[in-house]
């Protein structure tokens, strides 16, 4: 029997207006899969005589109308199983009533996310040259959607190109570092139709991973509620799902998620960089059904300027559209949980206007963030973009904003005027006013509504502010005169009620704004709050520890704001301040052992005025970077090896004696606990893992400090047993990995040896009596 079983996969909607959810809940989104990285299949990534790769004339709207591929649709989800055992059966079962390339390819891509490979029963399955045995291959990491895809598109007639490259799965941190992003290798198709190449990503159309965490985050704040709700990390559950997203998607969204290795295929017009690739937000696949756009600074990778940071998007179609937000705190990167004591509600500002939407973000506490986008159209909701936000600073004594009124947001707005209220005197949210003097606020009431308003301030009860708003309605016209009694921020909410409805609703929002006047000091004296900040200024100064940065700048912005004077404290601070960011960026570079983070330290070190005294960290960075770009240099052969010699080192049933030593020896080398590989089999299963567990993968983040006794002695058995000819005889594939094993223990030793130099250089000096100032003193007066 075949593969395609009883469960029906998911179904992802593509249309969010075609969706009939009734309640406003939350749809996690899946998170995406990644291909194994050896097949044992041989599948030309293309075939000589296809078209040029050029960007397509039209858009997918323009060639494929979902509505009238119900026919086909419904023809190739009823395949009979028989037909899985032949490939010109299938294909002529599948194409036999297609009159267009896009129809046959539809029907490949309908047939294909019906199939349930993953539990698929393959006893049938006595000969890979058919789609059943294609198909076991798959269930067993041995060969991928995108090889079988190409091939069943070939044999209907249809071009297909497979296309090598990196996509944004699960592993896929907003913000990740470019090295992290091309770890994460891929592979998707090309197919030629309708005059053109498109885009088709078989593996995402039809699996993904559910509950998928990297547990790194913590969600502290959405939708203007304070939250601690910890992520727990998780490997997530594989799911069948049927994604039509994923079916001639459009270049110029696809490039946001799918970057290929050669540049040809991204079948955009302004090509992008690799670089550009990893910077960008990180968009769903709503964020382009639903024609959005970031309107802000295009980066994943957002620093905030004052402690706080705006993040703008829009949409095409407004109509039905709302937004909203979560903000997670990194904890993992920020190097510390988030303060228990502190409440992050309301520390979001949503401003809308027209098609955009602005977030306007306070933080109150350094470190990094994610701040994700969330919302849809007609009461459905899901992830939209996210962005990575490093809260290098923060202002002294940041405040929450006074409400946060949800979807309406602040400001006059397209749901302003459909309640009959349309503002005159102020178009923008945020309002500069002046305290304890009158303002005015005028509209235009254009349906027969009623409107009350209140004053709301964190500190003052809305009791007590009721009396400093009055509102007038008079001839289709509304006047609210305002005045706040003392400076500092107030939200000015108004709520509508239509004729012949019971309730009041939130129709428009302004933030008003008043700054507190700066007085001169005019004392010469100093109070003992003064005393006391200049005092913890002088001794963090003085301290070599790096753990009181923040303390230290905080401290600073405490001087500055009493308006101290300098008398030398300050600008002590501020020298000691850029000397323990120089001296801790080296530090964190040499515990983290990232060789571009270790380069940029080491730079920045080098520029630094503050040269000499960091002179100890720029040597120990530059051991920790020379290493690395040693075990880099020693992994090339291994990352260059061809398929084929892979799959014949796991392909063995008895493998030599010395192909399983090393193999054994390479795995225990790479962390893999011994348990796990105490027979040839289980050791099989590693050489077939993908993504971040795959062996390449493992060789490329490989570092000696992870290497445990263990595996160290395992390795010198090894080595000292068997010969690098012995193992090049045996298989070509173990004799490369005999050689790594072997230039990896020499990498120790040296690593070694250094550590026990610096080790006898610090006893010595720590042996060295110190000079007895005394005799040295009776000495001269002698």
């Known amino acids: ?39 044992d299949v041989d599948v030309p990534l293309e075939e000589p005589g296809y078209p040029l790769p050029r960007p397509p004339h039209n858009k997918k709207k323009d060639i494929f109308i979902l509505d009238k591929m119900k026919k086909i649709d419904d023809l190739a989800r009823n395949a009979p199983a028989e037909k899985s055992k032949d490939y010109t059966e299938l294909i ?15 029907a490949i891509f309908v047939w294909m996310g019906s199939q349930d490979i993953d539990d698929g029963i393959y006893e049938d399955a006595t000969d890979s040259d058919t789609p059943l045995g294609f198909m076991k291959l798959m269930k067993d990491s041995r060969a991928t959607y995108s090889s079988f895809f190409a091939l069943l598109c070939r044999k209907a007639g249809i071009p297909c190109v497979t296309i090598k490259g990196y996509a944004k799965s699960a592993g896929y941190e907003v913000g990740d570092e470019d090295d992290d992003v091309k770890l994460l290798n891929n592979s998707w198709n090309a197919v030629y139709v309708s005059g053109g190449w498109r885009l088709v990503f078989p593996l995402w159309a039809c699996t993904a991973v559910s509950g998928y965490s990297s547990g790194i985050y913590t969600k502290v704040e959405t939708k203007g509620q304070a939250v601690r709700e910890k992520e727990q990390q998780s490997s997530g559950k594989h799911i069948r799902i049927f994604n039509e997203y994923y079916f001639l998607t459009d270049p110029e969204d696809f490039i946001y998620i799918a970057f290929p290795k050669e540049t040809k295929w991204q079948l955009i017009s302004r090509q992008w960089t690799f670089q550009k690739f990893a910077d960008v937000p990180h968009c769903r696949q709503y964020y382009f059904i639903e024609h959005m756009s970031v309107l802000s600074k295009l980066t994943s990778r957002v620093h905030t300027q004052n402690g706080m940071c705006v993040i703008e998007v829009g949409c095409e179609d407004p109509t039905g559209m709302a937004f909203d937000y979560e903000l997670y705190f990194n904890d993992k990167e920020s190097e510390k949980t ?123 009860s809305k009791e007590e502010l009721s009396k400093y708003v009055k509102t007038t309605q008079s001839d289709r016209k509304l006047h609210v005169d305002v005045m706040i009694p003392e400076a500092g921020e107030y939200a000015l909410a108004m709520h509508a009620q239509q004729k012949g409805q019971s309730g009041y609703e939130n129709v428009c929002n302004y933030l008003l704004t008043s700054e507190k006047d700066k007085k ?88 630094s005025r503050f040269r000499e005294k960091v002179a100890n960290q720029i040597t120990e960075a530059e051991e920790v970077r020379d290493h690395l770009k040693y075990l880099d240099r020693i992994a090339h052969d291994i990352l ?65 400090v992870n290497v445990t006794p263990e595996a160290r002695a395992h390795a010198d058995k090894t080595l000292s047993e068997h010969t690098e000819t012995d193992a090049r005889v045996a298989s070509a594939g173990a004799g490369t990995f005999y050689v790594w094993l072997r230039n990896v223990t020499e990498a120790i030793d040296g690593q070694n040896d250094r550590e026990d130099i610096q080790e006898n250089e610090e006893a010595v000096m720590q042996e060295e009596p110190e000079p007895d100032k005394n005799k040295s003193t009776s000495r001269k007066k002698k």
Request: glycine share 6%; proline share 4%; net charge positive.
């Open 92 to 106: 002529k079962y599948l194409t036999v009533r297609c009159k267009s390339d896009v129809e046959k390819v539809r």
């Open 520 to 607: 001169k000091k005019s004392r010469i004296w100093e109070t003992p709050t003064e005393k006391k900040t200049r005092t913890a200024l002088q001794t963090m100064s003085k301290s070599k520890s790096t753990r009181n940065i923040d303390d230290l700048e905080k401290q600073l912005a405490r001087f500055e704001r009493l308006d101290l004077d300098d008398n030398g404290d300050l600008s002590a601070g501020y020298d000691a301040l850029e000397y323990k960011k120089i001296k801790k960026e080296l530090e964190d570079a040499i515990k983290r052992r990232h060789l571009e983070t270790l380069e940029r330290a080491i730079h920045q070190g080098y520029e």
């Open 338 to 460: 988030i303060s228990s004591s502190l409440q992050l509600n309301n520390f979001v500002m949503m401003v809308r206007s027209e098609s955009k939407w602005a977030f306007m973000v306070r933080f109150p506490e350094v470190g990094v963030y994610k701040f994700q986008v969330v919302g849809g159209r007609h009461g459905y909701e899901t992830d939209l973009c996210a962005f990575k936000v490093f809260a290098d600073e923060v202002k002294e004594d940041v405040r929450p904003y006074p409400i946060n009124p949800g979807a309406i947001g602040y400001g006059p707005n397209a749901d302003t005027e459909r309640a009959g209220l349309k503002a005159v005197s102020h178009q923008t949210a945020i309002v500069q006013v002046t305290a304890r003097k009158h303002f005015a606020f005028n509209f235009k009431l254009t349906k027969n509504i009623q409107v009350n308003t209140e004053l709301i301030n964190e500190n003052i």
């Open 640 to 704: 260059e090896m061809k398929q084929p010699t892979i799959s014949e080192i796991k392909s063995y049933k008895y493998p030599p004696r010395i192909v399983e030593d090393i193999m054994r020896s390479t795995f225990l080398m790479l962390g893999v606990r011994p348990v796990w590989i105490d027979e040839w089999t289980e050791i099989q299963v590693m050489m077939g893992k993908t993504g971040k567990e795959s062996l390449l993968r493992k060789v490329k983040e490989f570092d000696t």
């Open 1 to 39: 029997m075949g593969s395609g079983g009883s469960k029906k996969p998911t179904e992802v909607a593509t249309d969010a207006n075609n969706n009939d959810q009734k309640e406003k809940v939350r749809d996690a989104v899946p998170e995406l899969k990644e291909e194994p990285e050896i097949e």
